[in-house]
């Protein structure tokens, strides 16, 4: 059993909106720096957002979403969630979450793709006419 799973992907128009939610299961949100990835065909794999462990409460945008997306958690809930508005056709790509335990006073753009340690297996997000 995965500990993410992403949900929420779909078609949808330019200048739609979509809401993704990463729920997770046998791990403990609050202690983990949340990061929402997306990957094109034929691309790298990009970082698009992140959120930081309960206590450190960093928030952070790649520079193409930022005032598009907006990044929340529920650790009760187990869920991160990434709300995407105003979508454009260049956000069209598989989406993934990824979990890393935070460590103190890092802000959560710091930590690269790399140093994610668990990851869901993406949603597809495709924004056409």
């Known amino acids: 059993q995965l500990p993410l799973v992403e949900s929420g992907g779909g078609l949808v128009q330019p200048g739609g909106s979509l809401r993704l939610s990463c729920a997770a299961s046998?791990?403990?949100?609050?202690?983990?720096?949340i990061g929402w990835f997306h990957q094109a065909p034929g691309k790298e794999r990009e970082k698009v957002s992140c959120?930081?462990?309960?206590?450190?409460?960093?928030?952070g945008y790649a520079d193409s979403v930022k005032g598009r997306f907006t990044i929340s958690r529920d650790n009760a809930q187990k869920t991160v969630y990434l709300q995407m508005n105003s979508l454009k056709p260049e956000d069209t790509a598989v989406y993934y979450c990824?979990?890393?335990?935070?460590?103190?006073?890092?802000?959560?753009?710091?930590?690269?793709?790399?140093?994610?340690?668990?990851w869901g297996p993406g949603t597809q997000v495709t924004v056409s006419s």
């Open positions: 990824a979990a890393e335990v935070q460590s103190v006073q890092r802000i959560c753009f710091d930590y690269e793709t790399w140093e994610y340690d668990f």
């Open positions: 046998g791990l403990t949100l609050d202690s983990y720096v």
């Open positions: 959120i930081g462990s309960a206590s450190v409460r960093s928030t």
